[in-house]
């Protein structure tokens, strides 16, 4: 029964990403009302002069945000894990 449910549970995964490789844009190639848009109104909507700093900062700022909220976490947690304790000696 087990095996009969990892084959079932692996085809619908297969199925379902071919499906997705099928749908998805071209690489490089997005839909062209989405980059009219964002050319036409970006220095109206956001104030600043340069597109990809207007994506970046005002169109995605929370997505942005949480990146750089995960790369600092993931930094200090590296950072916890590599220091040494003061007092703590070595045999």
Same mark, same amino acid.
């Given at each position: ?13 297969i ?5 997705i490789?099928?749908l998805?844009h071209?690489?490089g ?6 980059d ?5 109104? @970006?220095? =109206? ?6 597109a990809?700093t207007?994506?970046v900062?005002d169109? =995605?700022g ?6 750089a @909220?995960?790369?600092? @976490?993931?930094?200090?947690g590296?950072?916890m894990?590599?220091?040494? =304790?003061?007092?703590?000696? @070595?045999?």
């Amino acid at each position: 029964m087990r095996f009969l449910a990892a084959n079932v549970s692996l085809a619908i995964v297969i199925v379902f990403l071919a499906v997705i490789a099928l749908l998805v844009h071209p690489f490089g190639y997005p839909p062209a009302q989405m980059d009219d848009y964002i050319i036409q109104n @970006t220095q =109206r909507e956001t104030g600043a002069n340069n597109a990809v700093t207007a994506v970046v900062f005002d169109y =995605r700022g929370l997505d942005t945000l949480g990146e750089a @909220t995960i790369l600092f @976490t993931a930094v200090t947690g590296v950072v916890m894990l590599f220091r040494t =304790r003061k007092g703590k000696t @070595t045999k």
